[in-house]
């Protein structure tokens, strides 16, 4: 029983590291979307953001612990984790800088009025939701069973560890979000890094999904074998140091030191 909560607080904390990353470019693409604004809207822009963070993800995440067991509907989030991160991993390495994506949004919100700009920014806020609780969600359905029964269609201790990883993203977009930013400032590899976790991620709910008893393309208990968990585990470990060590940080670091 103590491994299998270890094997939860573990992945607890993988989500919380996650979710900061992903809650410092939410926190990010607000303030730049509100950045045209005078001070006082601009503040009410962003506080209305954050509200409706809490709200969107909230209700991504009961409307996805209901379904979380459908085998389609982890097909699909598998090729929009799949698709997330690649792109975003083939855009940092061969395309445009992320920082002309947020030039752009920049320039596409200056000149609008206050209620357009907490438009896009309820935009924004979706589909970041979207990302975090399919992260969360991937992430818990590789875990066994926990003895606290179901809610909804999902196991009571999966769904714990993907509410507690949505509360840690709220928290850290409100609290954090400016230390996360910083970091990302310090060491820029990190971002590509965070989303190459998602894709990975991604790969883990394509193994639950391949093992589902209507597909059994693999074996229905592979996702939580030992020599699943240990690969999972130990590639997201060498992704995370990649990332954390990456020659692009030293760079950074060196160019612009703080």
Sequence with gaps: MESLWLEYVWALLILIGLEGLLSADNALVLAVIAKHLPDDQKKKAINYGIIMA????????????????????????????LYLGLKHIIKAR????????????KKDAAGKGFWPTVGKIALADLAFAIDSILAAVALALGLP???????GGMDGGKFIVVLLGGIAGLILIKFAATWFVKLLAQRPALETTAYAIVAWVGVKLVVITL???DIAVLDHHFPHSTAWTLIFYG??????????FAPANKKQSQADPL
């Design 145 to 151: 069973d926990s003895p606290l029964g179901n809610f």
């Design 54 to 81: 809490f709200v969107f993800r909230f209700a991504a995440l009961f409307a996805i612990s209901f379904i979380a067991n459908v085998w389609q509907i982890q097909a699909i989030g598998a090729a929009y984790l």
């Design 211 to 213: 093992a589902h008893e």
């Design 94 to 105: 061969f395309g445009k800088e992320n920082k002309n994506i947020r030039e752009d949004i």
């Design 235 to 244: 590639v997201l470990v060498a992704i995370a140091l990649l990332g954390w």
